[in-house]
Nanobody, 120 residues
């Protein structure tokens, strides 16, 4: 059974940083592209970032480009999202996802999410 478990969320002041982790079990992430998405209350799910299976290529949503960084440690079967210069509008539930193809939309496997709240 595939499980993706996010951690590292919490409450932070604007301008602060958080690092989210996504630990996978039931699959080897070395064979998967990994993505991060977020959903704020009353809003649609938004693409945040994704990284290819090798880590050789990354892509970011416009709203986080230059502030967030996605990385992966295939040996630890874990993917990370470093979030810097956080803004109140970054407040959302953050989800990681795994897929053979990757991209900004469709993913085969999803985590349960971790809440990030940025206070002004």
């Amino acid at each position: 059974q595939v499980q993706l478990v996010e951690s590292g969320g919490g409450l932070v002041q604007a301008g602060g940083s958080l690092r989210l982790s996504c630990a996978a079990s039931g699959l080897r992430i070395s064979s998967y592209a990994m993505g991060w998405f977020r959903q704020a209350p009353g809003k649609e799910r938004e693409f945040v970032a994704w990284i290819t299976w090798s880590g050789g290529s990354r892509d970011y949503g416009d709203s986080v480009k230059g502030r967030f960084a996605v990385s992966r440690d295939n040996a630890k079967n874990t993917v990370y999202l470093q979030m810097n210069s956080l803004k109140p509008e970054d407040t959302a539930v953050y989800y990681c996802a795994a897929d053979r193809s990757g991209g900004r939309r469709e993913y085969a496997f999803w985590g349960q999410g971790t809440q990030v709240t940025v206070s002004s």
